[in-house]
Nanobody
Framework: QVQVVESGGGSVQIGGSLRLSCTAS????????MAWFRQVPGKEREGVAS???????TYADSVKGRFLVSAGNVKNTLYLQMNRLKPEDTAMYYC???????????????????WGRGTQVTVSA
């Protein structure tokens, strides 16, 4: 069974930075597809960033140029460097992992099976 654990959330001022980390444990013989999502109360979960096995990245328009997703040197680890944070970035951030998903579903929450519990990011003045 795959366990996904996020860390690194917190409170930061507008314009600040945070780095989120995620580890997917389980069958370490496999390379999982992993991605970051976020959700605020009352809204649907939103895809933020994903990375392919060849290193190709995909970002939501709202975070392009500010966020950077990367894979760790340890298999099945994922990072999200968040810069120039805005109040609208405030959300619970989730890491997701799955063995396989269509390339077209990089930021589709329905394409991911395993989820972490989330880490809260709060951006304020």
């Amino acid at each position: 069974q795959v366990q996904v654990v996020e860390s690194g959330g917190g409170s930061v001022q507008i314009g600040g930075s945070l780095r989120l980390s995620c580890t997917a444990s389980g069958d370490q013989s496999r390379d999982y597809y992993m991605a970051w999502f976020r959700q605020v109360p009352g809204k649907e979960r939103e895809g933020v960033a994903s990375i392919e096995r060849d290193g190709a990245t995909t970002y939501a328009d709202s975070v392009k140029g500010r966020f950077l997703v990367s894979a760790g040197n340890v298999k099945n680890t994922l990072y999200l460097q968040m810069n120039r944070l805005k109040p609208e970035d405030t959300a619970m951030y989730y890491c997701a992992a799955t063995i396989w998903r269509p390339e077209s579903d990089r930021l589709s929450s329905q394409a991911y099976i395993n989820w972490g519990r989330g880490t809260q990011v709060t951006v304020s003045a």
